[in-house]
């Protein structure tokens, strides 16, 4: 039988603000523990929540970026379970009025796109850290009242692919907004899914598992895939799909079970009574809305409407605030839009990957970058030594102009220079030239790289072209 | 010869200005007084200038967070607590040169009307040590009333100001929610908690509530606006002043869960109305047709907030920890069956089930509702009417043990208060008179939000032509 | 309604509260007969009615995003019943 799969996922985002959402402890990653830490975000007695604004004006950003209605009205509240992690054993987070609702994200799969219904983003504080160890756990409270934004998408995906794709898309939205680092494995972007199968038309939804401990988009992908494939094989051997929530193992390449006994969760959600509502203007929505950065979509329609990239190289541009912000920066030095997406597709992006290194570290200028462009442009160096040249640019961060007078590297475009070469050539390959005159024109391309050989890569390839077609037709004359 | 420990905070303010007493001579006095009749009273959970201060002392309810100094909401789960911050209120204080002198004992985390549910030990009723001196705060009220404080600070969620301020024979406020900071008061019901003054007469009163009212960006729920000049609301006149009598409050008829009050209360209160008429106060029937449902409502609300507020009580971070549990959830409920007593726990378990799955519409929800329809009864009332006089409670103070094992005849005596706190306006509860027995009647007046000038200006008047407030028990 | 110990031990179990067996009998009953009393609350008509978790008439108080300083670790570890460097160290956590 064939199975229709539906996905939704629930996206935990921490936002980038200075302070904590309740209090005025640092956000800040990676400090020692506790020291991050005050009687409110600790749920000492007494203390008292009061929200951060930036807080609320970042979930809205993202709320309107995900095409969501922004609610006039939505307030917070308690979400009540046990947990160490959990300093005052409750929760600050929303319930019944999220601050947005009903929006969608469009990915673009395959030359397809769709739309993923977003069903709601709210606000809430995060937990603190916990490490087990041995016969007892250790609590860190650092990150206890991070402000965090929960998005959670409809069931509409339909692959593993998807997912991954709705996530890369998120994640651009996001970090375009400047809201979240986005970075998974700080833990500053989390993301859970929950999965189900059903027999292909059929209206009702499946029974759905829940899968945690997602540390990354690939292993988002790779524990639905792994889901996919378990369910299946429980459905056709007539099997019942449990209800529960799943770890992924990602070295062993596995789902397991959380708990043996699921305790019914009975969360007793209350309105928070230290926080009064949040009745969100439209002037607010305006303001916030008049200041939002160009997006990843529009962003790649106009680099593909105004500069003339293919959707292809615009997609790839664009998925990257910071290789975006790159492009319009070299574009704006030197306006050759092709020449320039080549190279950061390609040249770039390989020796950024090579380094996992992101385009915000590199250790040279747009300028540089634009001089290393132009000696290729202008024929200086070849495109090969170019290559070279990026290299040492990345490493050292010396100017490009360094680097070819250093390694030699420039181009050899005078013919004069390169006639006893292709002499050489010429006299060292006999069957390549008979077949040359003959006419085989492939011939030729093969003495040519003889030449770029014997020159070490600095010769000019027209120019040594050109050479040897003199030196042939006069040689053929000749005997 | 004039006793020290019976003058008021004016009266001493008074004599310090005249430089006929010292703050040494003050302090001294008050460490005699406690030498004297704590041992009989036991007011104080704990003691001893806590702050140097050329100030007056103040006493403060254990509820109220004092930095490096035990705060322990007289329960056993908060045992060696220390917060690392003084609460609001104290920061007031301190800035207004008081002198921190002790806490006072009170119901386990307020909850109580008679101070019984303390961990470490029940306070008596300085009129009449067999007892109880009301609750929650009833160790600032026997304190003030017992001469053991000169002021105090006390908190009130449901009338634990107020009544235990009726049973001592003392004068106490809960102000308009949202007047007060809450920040640093550890929460027993977050919708319904203020802070507000214990006191020798209404001037003290004002003066307290003046240093310790106005807005705090630390608590979301506190009101920027600004604060009237309180003192000025001495001494004028009331005349044309309306008041309203609720009719429900004083009919014995309307409905069973209005426990009957107590004809002498009845009679002592009508008869402060009957004094307010003749200093020009006019009085009109008023009608609070839902206040019948106050107290269930407020058992609803209130405890569903403090099983909440109490989830922090888990021995992880700070209070007392069950060390022979073998797991987290056993660690929990140990600490947390150890650590809170039965009133306590009978209200986080009723606080809970109201909450959870299948309840929470038709309990907590509609409470919610029906605290709406209260609001608005006091809303049309007071287009009627300027305040509202009603009696504290419905009787004078019962005797230690009287009610221990019925919880809810204990839930009623708050009957009178109780509205209050749901609509979040304020009241005053004022001396008006002493029983047969000779134990205080309390008088309470009511008024709109932020009108605590109108309290002030009635009850002052009624205390300057009576001489309730200047009774003193004997110890 | 009728409130069974079983009720009760599911709440306490909720609420993370350990009773004894006496407390789990006395709290049914005085439960059984707070929760009779709050049903006087059934007979109010309600369903037009908006409820009340907020006295007061106020919105949108908010803080500016501002670093306060935080405690210093000692003090936030100074009242924990058990730490260890630098945390605080609680029971295994078994689900």
Known sequence: MNYEVVIGLEVHAQLKTNTKAFCGCSTQFGQEANTQACPVCLGFPGSLPVLNEKALEYGIRVGLALHCQIQKLTKFDRKNYFYPDLPKNYQISQYDLPLALGGFLEIELKELRKRIGIHRAHLEEDAGKLIHEGDHSLVDYNRAGIPLLEIVTEPDISSPDEAYEYLVSLKAILKYLEVCDCDMEKGSLRCDANISLRPQGAKELGTKTELKNLNSFKAVRDALSYEIKRQKELLESGKRIVQETLLWDESGEKTYSMRTKEEAMDYRYFPEPDLPAFVIRDEKIQAIKDVLPELPEALKKRFIAQYGLSDYDAGIIVAEKALAKFFEATLRLYPKAKLISNWLIGPLSYELNSRNMSIESLSFSVESFVSLLTLVDEARISNLAAKEVLTQMCNTGASPEVIVKEKNLLQVSDAGELEGIADKVIAGNEKSTADYKSGKANALMFLVGQVMKLSEGKANPKVAQEVLKKKLEKWGKDA | ?????????????????????????????????????????????????????????????????????????????LENFRPPYDATVIQKLREAGFAIYGQTNMDEFAFGSSCENSALFPTRNPWNLECVPGGSSGGSAAAVAAGEAIWALGSDTGGSIR????????????????????????????????????????????????????????????????????????????????????????????GAQLEGIDDEVKRSVEEAIAQLRNLGAKVKEVSLPYSQYAVPVYYIVATAEASSNLARFDGVQYGLRAKDAQNLIEMYKKTRERGFGYEAKRRIILGTYVLSHGYYEAYYVRAQKVRSLIANDFANAFKECDCIVTPTSPTPAFRIGEKTQDPLAMYLSDIYTISVNLTGIPAISIPCGLSKAGLPVGLQIIAKAFNEEMLFRMAHAYEQNTSWHKQKPHL | MAISESDVKKVAHLARIGLSDDELKLFSSQLESIIAFVDKLREVEVSSVKPMSHVLEMDNVVRLDEKKKSLNREEVLKNAPESLKGHFLVPKVIE
Do not use: W
């Open chain 2, 1 to 77: 010869m004039i006793k020290l420990y019976e003058l008021t905070a004016h009266e001493l303010l008074e004599k310090l200005r005249r430089n006929e007493l010292t703050q040494e001579e003050i302090v001294s006095g008050l460490n005699k007084r406690i030498e004297e009749v704590d041992s009989k009273v036991k007011a104080y959970v704990r003691v001893g200038e806590l702050s140097s201060s050329d100030g007056l002392p103040i006493a403060i309810k254990d509820n109220i967070c004092i930095q490096g100094q035990p705060t322990t909401c007289a329960s056993k789960i």
């Open chain 2, 163 to 254: 009544q235990p301020a009726a049973f001592c024979g003392v004068v106490g406020l809960k102000p308009t929610y949202g007047r007060v900071s809450r920040y640093g008061l550890i929460a027993f019901a977050s919708s319904l908690d203020q802070i507000g003054p214990i006191t020798k007469d209404v001037e003290d009163a004002t003066m307290l509530f003046a240093a310790i009212a106005g807005y705090d960006p630390h608590d979301s729920t506190s009101v920027n606006r600004p604060l009237p000049d309180y003192s000025a609301s001495l001494g004028k006149d009331i005349k044309g002043i309306r008041i309203g009598v609720p009719k429900e409050y004083f009919s014995l008829s309307k």
